[in-house]
């Protein structure tokens, strides 16, 4: 059941991003960001839903600039971007490292990940995540990794990677359109040596959200490891991590999330304590540690993977992201984004030689649109850069897989207006492409 602590009514809501929006007091800085802050900071239960164009305006994005890349970098609202200046200058003040600002912040994400604390470790990144998983299991020369063929590199690379190291042996599968064909296509490729399967929550090329629990579940009935990429899942959808019944699960805080750059999120399920160790380890790695008796103990599970001195704004960052969009909501966050997708799919197969590639099933689809004019003479940088520089709106190409794509994402600050335009300019675009043959 999802976690309503953070929850605000639009007018409390907006009043805490309009707090936010000045730098105020430095001398509360970090300590307003703690997750006992959050229990007690006056939030109440949602009962009314937000007024999506007065949170746009709570993004530094420029007026009239429509950013549909979410799913590359996200935009971090005002309360993250001012939690971040007034942790720094706290700390700074007696130049201290706030080592206790990532036990918060992993606090406030097991909440919300629904999972427990100590199963999180506060990353750099989806890719930091992914290659620590992959490094921390015990794989021998012939066993295999099942990947699907539109896995990211961040997620990706680590497995080809230690291919090259220790001789295991990578494997790929095409997800298809539907839920039910993709679990069965995972299915028949796995054979008696796959000892991992490693897939995207969300996919990053045509937004297509795999079956995870069900994938879980085959994977734990043959002994097989799953490993998840949540890079375009947190933020854009609620995320159970127990309930989706993964064994490991990474994600980044700097898309969907919309927190600081650089920060991210590794799950380690506790099944895995014993199956699982990191691959670097420091100070703070340690539950024990006596160099002259050589004695020599370290923290069980995913928090042993963090070590030595990082950001800890990014921590406080962090925090605030997450508190802002559980103000609002996950579940009216994601159907925001879903009906924001919905209306840019419909509008874009209006428009004469487009091809939608995302797939329309509603289980298979969320908040990502990729699209593509198959008989078009331009390629598809040619047309994101001409939307950006003749109409002001950023898109992504999408060149991975073959694709030859457009992909648009859709978040809290998007508006039909934006798609609305969009669809304006991509129409007089194509017909403009059309007159030049």
Known sequence: MQDRRGSASRRDFLRYCLVGATVGPLTHGCRGLTTEGVRTGGWKPNTEAPSWDKIREQFLLEDGYAYFNTAGLGPS???VVNAVIRCTTELEKLCQTGHDRFDAARKRAAAFLHCEADELAITRNTTEGMNVIARGLSLEAGDEVLMTTHEHPGGSIPWFALAKDRGIVVRLFEPAPTAGETLDRLAAALTP????????????????????????????????????????????????????????????????????????????????????????????????????????????????????TRNAADAAGLIAAIDFLDGLGMDRVAQHGRNLAGHLAESLRAID?????????????????????????????????????????????????????????????????????????????????????
């Open 77 to 79: 609202p005002r309360p």
């Open 193 to 308: 040596k796959t000892r991992v399967v490693s897939v995207s929550h969300v996919t990053c090329t045509l937004g297509q959200v795999l079956p995870i629990p069900a994938i879980a579940e085959l994977c734990r009935h043959r002994g097989i490891y799953l490993v998840v990429d949540g890079a375009q899942a947190v933020g854009m959808l609620p995320v159970g991590l127990h309930a989706l019944g993964c064994d490991f699960y990474a994600s980044s805080g700097h898309k969907w999330l919309l927190g600081p750059k650089g920060t991210g999120f590794l799950y380690v399920s506790r099944r895995m304590i014993e199956c699982w160790r990191p691959t670097h380890v420091g100070a703070y790695s340690n539950k024990q540690f006596d160099p002259d008796a050589g004695v020599l103990e370290l923290l069980r599970g995913a928090r042993s993977a963090e070590y030595g």
């Open 353 to 437: 030689g487009v091809e939608v590639l995302t797939p329309q099933e509603k289980a298979s689809s969320a908040s990502i649109v990729t699209f593509r004019f198959p008989d078009s003479r331009w390629t598809p940088w040619d047309w994101a850069d001409k939307l950006r520089k003749e109409y002001r709106i950023r898109v992504r190409p999408v060149g991975e897989h073959g694709l030859n794509a457009i992909r648009m994402a859709t978040h809290v600050f998007n508006t039909n207006g934006e798609l609305d335009r969009t669809i304006h300019a991509l129409n007089e675009l194509s017909q403009l492409e059309r007159r030049n043959r």
